[in-house]
């Protein structure tokens, strides 16, 4: 983990390499988990959808089936469907049960995406270490991915137990395996009382408005990642890691040996190779080791993933083309997996696999795909490959894509491409500040720039520089440049100012 005062990430390495990337500005209104008290725009009956404005640029979508209903009011309306015949679950009309201009209490469940505002529901849940609380339910779950029968046969009886009469239900997460019952019964009483501070200062406000925020980055992952299968826990920054030890003592004391302050010269991200692994993410060809590669392309409606042999360096190319076919596939369904995790790719995917004519190689690339589609905490769906060697995917979208998070339109060329951000810039160039003061190599920095990120540091970050210089120890100083790229910057040091950017840029 890997906190500055305007930049929070986290990422998670499994077997040494990086699987997960989250990342957290508060320019970018992370609101996933808010809960508001939104104001009913419009109902539309057409579409089963209402649009709720809850503060923000644009309007929260609500869905019919993001309503809370009563049991009459659902019962009747499924009797109304012909008997005998399997049918969707269905809802009452949307429209007998909100109106325009009304007060509706409502959770973000998706971020805003592009041209698309938040996803929110009425049925709202709060969560906590060991469960979470659904005030407005009446279901008593357990994780699935805790498997054994007898563990959640135990875990549902100890909620039922705790969770007093008509007062809402709940779900035990995964990390509550071994947990005491004493323990999640304190959770859930002080779930309650947050629910009840909730629905006190909705009452006292009006709508659009905030009525609870959820945890920031690095405490969300903390609460709902954390556990005995993480060796450790690394954090760069004092102030982050005093706050996450004193949590983890109070929920998990035996897991605090396994928390640890980053205090070396040389930058976390950089001892452990994240960086750059970060960089490959926005690459859109990513290469197989078998010499073979695939082709990331994202466009608007869904993402495009190409499978190509390539130039294979595997054994029986010619000899047996099937069976370097098979192989190729093999390798870019595990790849497939891994990049889409990594770069947080929701919505529609469509593989473009080579073409296969056994059914039976076919079979082997689907459970393959779908055997480490199942690491991915996020809801993923592949379904058969067709006689063209297309796999179309579904995977859960709750927040924008690291390439949308970090990139803007490219104005340059006229939307075709993309380019960083001024503040994903200065973050970068913040990072490799840090790498010149750990080498201390150097005294004196000029950092050349494009006008557009200047202008940023002096409207919105105006105590930036001198921040800079406190923390390097550097005689530093910023000079705009209209000549350089929006997303480029130059590090020139000494009187010569020679440039020293390939030595210690990052991403």
């Known amino acids: 983990m890997s906190a500055m005062p305007r930049e929070s990430w986290v990422v998670l390495l499994e077997d040494e390499k990086l699987v997960e990337v989250m990342l957290e500005r508060p320019d970018q209104d992370r609101i996933i988990g808010d809960i508001f008290l939104g104001r009913v725009e419009a109902v539309l009956p057409g579409i089963q959808a209402a649009f709720v404005n809850i503060g923000t640029e644009k309007a929260g979508f609500l869905h019919a089936s993001d309503l809370i209903y009563d ?12 008997r005998g015949r399997p049918r969707a679950r269905k809802y009452p009309p949307i429209q007998d049960h909100i109106r325009k201009g009304q007060s509706l209490l409502v959770q973000v469940t998706k971020e805003p995406i592009g041209s698309k505002g938040p996803r929110v529901t009425a049925q709202v849940s709060l969560p906590g270490r060991f469960l979470v609380y659904m005030p407005y339910s009446e279901n008593v779950g357990v994780s699935r991915r805790i498997e054994d029968r007898v563990q959640r046969a135990k875990l549902r009886q100890i909620a039922k137990k705790i969770l007093p009469r008509d007062s809402g239900g709940i779900i035990i997460r995964t990390v509550s395996e071994e947990v005491t019952e004493k323990k999640l019964e304190k959770e859930f009483k002080r779930l309650r009382q947050r629910w009840t501070k909730v629905l006190a200062s909705s009452e006292s406000q009006s709508a659009p408005a905030a009525v609870h925020r959820e945890a920031q980055l690095i405490s969300g992952v903390i609460r709902d990642l954390f556990s005995d299968k993480f060796e450790a826990v690394r954090i760069d920054s004092k102030a982050i890691y005093n706050e996450v030890l004193e949590y983890v003592k109070s929920v998990d004391p035996e897991l605090r040996d396994r928390v640890h302050l980053h205090e070396g010269q040389e930058p976390l991200f950089d001892k452990y190779g994240v960086g750059e692994e970060i ?21 608007e409606a869904l993402v495009s993933i190409d499978v190509n042999t390539g130039r294979f360096t595997g054994k029986g190319k010619k000899k047996d083309p099937e069976k370097t076919i098979l192989q190729t596939n093999l390798e870019a369904a595990r790849e497939i997996a891994k990049q889409l995790r990594l770069r947080d790719i929701g919505g529609i995917i469509v593989a473009d696999f080579i073409d296969m004519e056994s059914q039976d190689h076919r079979d082997k690339v689907l459970n393959e795909l779908r055997i480490h589609l199942g690491r991915d905490r996020a809801r993923t769906k592949a379904f058969e490959v067709s006689n063209l060697g297309l796999i179309e995917m579904t995977r859960q979208r709750v927040r924008p894509s690291l390439f949308n998070s970090l990139t803007s339109v490219c104005t340059s060329c006229r939307g075709v491409g993309r380019v960083y951000t001024p503040a994903t810039v200065l973050r970068q160039i913040e990072r490799s500040l840090r790498r ?3 080498a201390k190599e150097e005294k004196r920095i000029v950092v050349r720039l494009h006008p557009e990120v200047a202008l940023r540091v002096i409207e919105e970050e105006r105590g930036l520089l001198k ?9 530093l100083n910023f000079r705009d440049d209209p000549l350089m790229g929006l997303d480029e910057f130059r590090l020139l040091s000494g009187p010569s100012e020679t440039d020293v950017t390939g030595k210690y840029a990052v991403a």
Do not use: C, M, Y
């Open 279 to 299: 960089q490959r993410a926005f690459e859109r060809k990513v290469h197989l080791k078998s010499g073979g590669h695939i082709v990331i392309e994202p466009t």
């Open 436 to 438: 010149v003061a750990s």
């Open 71 to 82: 049991e009459d009011s659902q019962e009747e309306n499924e009797k109304g469907g012909r």
């Open 467 to 475: 921040t800079l210089r406190s923390r390097t120890r550097l005689d």
